[in-house]
């Protein structure tokens, strides 16, 4: 609904308030994307969850994912990858946004884990307000189911589900596993999905297929994995009718594998496994982590209750049977006298071996006595021995002082040797290099004087050939005199 408001400017002002029809349709079409696979989801986050009928210690608290914050609007596909991460990964540790409230475990759990403990079933460590873990369940279903199912439809046996088995159902728990077979056999029977649940087995042998035995187990598979062994499946029952008439207001999110057995498992009323762990809820919250001590709950459930109470029946009957079986003997025993024929034979028995222990003793004592006369001269040679090496010890120390002063002194002289050496070496050098001066100004010397002999005798030549040329000019000079004159 539109109000329209006008104020005292004369401007508009528009209020929208109420809850309209088209405001139910836009509510309408988000809640139908939201339980479609396409389309958008819109999700709103509450801070505040409670685990129903657990009790969680710290460490159990640290052993959950918190949701990834995430736009509130988002795409299909961006919801399946992030599935796919948070599919990854255990839940870890507790984080803003998933508050876990510890609650006690109830009678029914506490009286149920405790059958299963005296069963040998379940390990006498377990809490109950652990986590259970795929690994644990599977083990423990295996266990409890091979043990007291009459019935060989719904029995699994390891050792005959695994007879001629050459494929492992799961890639991520192989042969060296310690929970293989179990694991295994519960994928033979089809009570887990696997590589084994393909009608297509020869296209489905090389599709990956993990089991995360790590993981904690949600509530669909540990009712799922337990009504598969306990119900058999009305044929005529379409997936459609099945969510309709489940009756859990979340039935959209169940797996269609778990949808035929979880709602035989709801018309059983008081004897309906998921009422008898959860009690009456109308979410069922498919992917909601379990402790153990409702995995407990609903191993002991269904025909399971009566199968093993009459165990308990048998072993009280056993246990009785052989109290009065002892108590018979004994009053037998005790008519005839044997008892106490057979306690005074053990006493004269027990006075013998008294007396001969004795005698031992007293021999033993006497050994104890030489050996330790013997001891005792051995210790005064070996003081004397000891003596003797401590003198010697003493002269040897004695020794490797003067031995150690020799050594100095001969390090000493050796440096100073090698300092002589060095000097010498020094001197040597210095001649050779002076030597190598003596000889290169010899050798210049010896070149001066050959160019001096060379030089003097150029001049000598060159003194005659001007001799020769004055007495040539002293003749010409004649020559031209006389020829004046005449």
Same mark, same amino acid.
Request: proline share 3%; hydrophobic share 40%.
């Given at each position: ?41 819109? #999700? ?39 599935? *796919? ?15 876990? &409230? ?10 149920? !884990? ?27 279903? &295996? ?9 060989? #439809?719904? #029995? ?44 297509? *087995? ?22 799922? /994995? ?112 044997? =008892? ?27 050994? !104890? ?14 003081? *004397? ?12 120390? #004695? ?37 190598? *001066? ?5 050798? =210049? ?12 005798? /150029? ?22 005199? /006389?020829?004046?004159?005449?």
């Amino acid at each position: 609904m539109i109000v329209i408001i006008f104020n005292d400017s004369g401007l508009p002002a528009f209020l929208l308030f109420g809850v309209g029809t088209s405001v139910v349709a836009l509510l309408a079409v988000f809640a139908h994307y939201t339980l479609s696979r396409k389309g958008f989801v819109l #999700r709103f986050s509450n801070p505040f969850h409670v685990v129903d009928n657990k009790s969680l210690s710290s460490e159990d608290t640290s052993k959950v994912d918190d949701v990834a914050d995430e736009p509130v609007v988002e795409n299909v596909k961006e919801v399946d990858v992030t599935a *796919k991460v948070i599919s990854q990964h255990k839940w870890e540790e507790g984080k803003p946004g998933r508050v876990v &409230v510890p609650v006690s475990a109830d009678a029914t759990q506490q009286e149920a !884990l405790l059958w299963l403990k005296n069963l040998k079933i379940i390990d006498d460590e377990v809490k109950a307000d652990e986590l259970c873990t795929r690994r644990e369940y599977a083990r423990w279903l &295996v266990l409890v189911n091979s043990k007291f199912e009459r019935n060989p #439809r719904s #029995r699994i046996v390891p050792s005959v589900a695994l007879a001629g088995s050459t494929i492992n159902a799961f890639d991520d728990v192989n042969h060296e596993d310690p929970d293989f077979e179990y694991i295994q056999a519960l994928a033979e029977a089809g009570v887990v999905p696997s590589k084994l649940s393909s009608n297509d *087995k020869t296209s489905d042998l090389d599709s990956s297929k993990s089991f995360f035995p790590e993981r904690l187990i949600s509530r669909e598979d540990l009712i799922g /994995w337990r009504a598969k062994l306990e119900y058999e499946v009305m044929p005529g029952l379409t997936e459609e009718i099945l969510r309709n008439k489940i009756g859990f207001l979340d039935a959209r999110e169940l797996r269609s594998d778990v949808l035929p057995v979880l709602f035989i498992d709801t018309l059983a009323n008081d004897k309906s496994i998921t009422r008898k762990v959860f009690g009456q809820v109308k979410r069922f919250q498919p992917g909601k982590p379990c402790t153990k001590a409702q995995a407990a709950v609903a191993l002991t459930s269904g025909k399971m209750t009566e199968l093993i109470r009459d165990e308990f029946s048998k072993l009280e009957a056993e246990n009785s049977s052989r109290e009065f079986a002892m108590k018979d003997i004994k009053s037998e025993l005790l008519e005839r006298g044997d =008892i106490q024929r057979f306690w005074e034979k053990k006493i004269e028995d027990e006075n013998s071996r008294y007396l001969e222990a004795e005698a031992a003793y007293l021999e033993v004592l006497k050994d !104890l006595e030489h050996q330790k006369i013997e001891q005792d001269n051995v210790v005064a040679a070996y003081l *004397k021995e000891k003596a003797a090496l401590d003198c010697q010890k003493q002269l040897l120390s #004695r020794l490797k002082e003067e031995v150690d002063e020799m050594k100095e002194r001969l390090a000493y002289e050796r440096a100073n040797f090698v300092d002589e050496k060095h000097k010498i070496h020094s001197t040597v050098s210095e001649l050779q290099v002076n030597y190598e *001066k003596i000889i290169d100004s010899k050798s =210049i010397l010896e070149a001066e004087l050959e160019a001096l002999r060379i030089l003097r005798s /150029w001049i000598e030549d060159e003194a005659k050939k001007g001799q020769a040329r004055t007495k040539v000019l002293e003749e010409v000079g004649r020559r031209w005199k /006389w020829g004046s004159r005449s």
